[in-house]
T-cell receptor
Framework: QQPVQSPQAVILREGEDAVINCSSS?????VHWYRQKHGEAPVFLMI?????EQKGHEKISASFNEKKQQSSLYLTASQLSYSGTYFC????????????FGQGTELSVKP | DTGVSQDPRHKITKRGQNVTFRCDPI?????LYWYRQTLGQGPEFLTY????????KSRLLSDRFSAERPKGSFSTLEIQRTEQGDSAMYLC?????????????FGEGSRLTVL
């Protein structure tokens, strides 16, 4: 039931782009994205709702393919501050904050 | 408002001891969640409250775990007779929305080490 994220880790140079994928075996109501820096709390980035509505971060975009039960997070023109571990969290039944998180994708942005 | 705060930040205990963690959510947030995170993994849902009512508990939460949110403000998570497998980061989060979709505001967590 846990969503699968890919890749597990990625290293970028500043200014490069990255895509992080999240795939579920179950139909989804919404997908949530969080970023966690080492030793810190996860921080909200984005919610993608069934039907196409998005709420979140201005500089990060994402897509949600309900049919394929997949979401992708697009990080463009990466900055050093983008480094951290990205988690997708899936909401199966419109339960708000009760999420099933993936195992995470570790992103390192180098100067 | 300073965000979600958790106490203690670190706890080292011996197997078999009881431990209690406290979470103070952002004021006026009516939903409060507890998650557990182990190294290299995403957070795992444990339980959540709407105001003072505990609405759901994960099957991960054994009988040794109990959570309360008296008066719908702060919450406590108690683990009785701790085991080494309980070692993890315990994260608390709160949500401002009465509706069902909304962001979670996480605290920095309480790290438990059971020796």
């Amino acid at each position: 039931q846990q969503p699968v994220q890919s890749p597990q880790a990625v290293i970028l140079r500043e200014g490069e782009d990255a895509v992080i994928n999240c795939s579920s075996s179950k139909a989804l109501y919404s997908v949530h994205w969080y970023r966690q820096k080492h030793g810190e709390a996860p921080v909200f980035l984005m919610i993608l709702l069934k039907g196409g509505e998005q709420k979140g971060h201005e500089k990060i975009s994402a897509s949600f393919n309900e049919k394929k039960q997949q979401s992708s997070l697009y990080l463009t023109a990466s900055q050093l501050s983008y480094s951290g571990t990205y988690f997708c969290g899936t909401d199966l039944y419109n339960q708000g904050g009760k999420l099933i998180f993936g195992q995470g994708t570790e992103l390192s942005v180098k100067p | 408002d300073t965000g979600v705060s958790q106490d203690p930040r670190h706890k080292i205990t011996k197997r078999g001891q009881n431990v209690t963690f406290r979470c103070d959510p952002i004021s006026e947030h009516n939903r409060l969640y507890w998650y557990r995170q182990t190294l290299g993994q995403g957070p795992e849902f444990l339980t959540y409250f709407q105001n003072e009512a505990q609405l759901e508990k994960s099957r991960l939460l054994s009988d040794r775990f109990s959570a309360e949110r008296p008066k719908g403000s702060f919450s406590t998570l108690e683990i009785q007779r701790t085991e080494q497998g309980d070692s993890a980061m315990y994260l608390c989060a709160s949500s401002p929305h009465r509706g069902r979709d909304g962001e979670l505001f996480f605290g920095e967590g309480s790290r438990l080490t059971v020796l």
